[in-house]
Nanobody
Framework: QVHLVESGGGLEQFGGSLRLSCAASGSIFSINDMGWYRQAPGKQRELVAIITRGSTTKYAESVKGRFTISRDNAKNTVYLQMNSLTPEDTAVYFC??????????????WGQGTQVTVSS
């Protein structure tokens, strides 16, 4: 069993910054891709940023230049530094990890989500 626990969400003003963290624990041999997704009210969940084990990154166009994803493989943790926040960034942010188990199997796990609210 693998658990992802997110932290760092909250209420921020327009133009402010927040840093999200997501720590994975449990039966983990290694983790391939880790990513952040978000879901605003009435909208589908969308990719925000993804990072490979080798730290190659990919971002949604809407966050390029403002958000930075990073990871610490030793801690099985992924981070999302969010700068220049706007009300359009308001959403529940979910962490995702593609985990390789000790049997060699790979499964995708999700965190419970953390609310980010940006006031204008």
């Amino acid at each position: 069993q693998v658990h992802l626990v997110e932290s760092g969400g909250g209420l921020e003003q327009f133009g402010g910054s927040l840093r999200l963290s997501c720590a994975a624990s449990g039966s983990i041999f290694s983790i391939n891709d880790m990513g952040w997704y978000r879901q605003a009210p009435g909208k589908q969940r969308e990719l925000v940023a993804i990072i490979t084990r080798g730290s190659t990154t990919k971002y949604a166009e809407s966050v390029k230049g403002r958000f930075t994803i990073s990871r610490d493989n030793a801690k099985n943790t992924v981070y999302l530094q969010m700068n220049s926040l706007t009300p359009e960034d308001t959403a529940v942010y979910f962490c995702n990890a593609l985990v390789v188990g000790y049997s060699g199997g790979r499964l995708s796990y999700w965190g419970q989500g953390t609310q980010v609210t940006v006031s204008s």
